[in-house]
T-cell receptor, first 116, second 113 residues
């Protein structure tokens, strides 16, 4: 069964550094998402992406965050200047569609980001 | 816009039943249910699309009352493998369609032998 893959599984970085989290969504999916989960807490929406542009973003997704689909297969989340509070598990997800069409989100196994 | 889940935690013995509730203050297109085991990604269980619709997944079923903006997840004859945190995700009905799924805080289910 096709799956969403994320790399790396664990990223350690120093405060103020830039990180790029990578995801390969399922090939026939059209919608892509980033969520994050601080340890033991809820899964928080960051951003959705469709047709090479952001569809919607949350208040968490400020100017230090950006997303890109550089080559038709990868989907990346960049954090420009990491803060301690960015430490979390970041999940990429994809779906065939959302909205009036409704389909499940398929999550990757996540990247654990630790900012020191 | 975040849905409210209750209870926050449930402890069961194997074979017992449980109900997890999810409610929203906004009109909904759909309700999703996911289960997350410790250290793993959330895994899709089911989507409910219409008022009063029910779906099933093994011994797990759910209902969606569109008018009340509520959904409930029913776990019957629970198994040890049901342990995990259950999240409901709601897609709100906004003008022009909404393109985000917002999750509740989760309900931690523990099934003991």
């Amino acid at each position: 069964e096709p799956e969403v893959t994320q790399t790396p599984s664990h990223q350690v970085t120093q405060m103020g550094q830039e990180v790029i989290l990578r995801c390969v969504p399922i090939s026939n999916h059209l919608y892509f998402y980033w969520y994050r989960q601080i340890l033991g807490q809820k899964v928080e929406f960051l951003v959705s992406f469709y047709n090479n542009e952001i569809s919607e973003k949350s208040e968490i997704f400020d100017d230090q965050f950006s997303v890109e689909r550089p080559d038709g297969s990868n989907f990346t989340l960049k954090i420009r200047s990491t803060k301690l509070e960015d430490s979390a598990m970041y999940f990429c997800a994809s779906s065939v569609s959302l909205g009036r069409y409704n389909s499940p989100l398929h999550f990757g196994n996540g990247t654990r980001l630790t900012v020191t | 816009q975040q849905p409210v889940q209750s209870p926050q935690a449930v402890i069961l013995r194997e074979g017992e039943d449980a109900v997890i509730n999810c409610s929203s203050s906004k009109a909904l297109y759909s309700v999703h249910w996911y289960r997350q085991k410790h250290g793993e990604a959330p895994v899709f269980l089911m989507i409910l699309l219409k008022g009063g619709e029910q779906k099933g997944h093994e011994k797990i079923s759910a209902s969606f009352n569109e008018k009340k903006q509520q959904s409930s997840l029913y776990l019957t004859a629970s198994q040890l493998s049901y342990s995990g945190t259950y999240f409901c995700g709601t897609e709100a009905r906004l003008e022009g369609g909404s393109e985000k799924l917002v999750f509740g805080k989760g309900t931690k289910l523990t099934v003991n032998p």
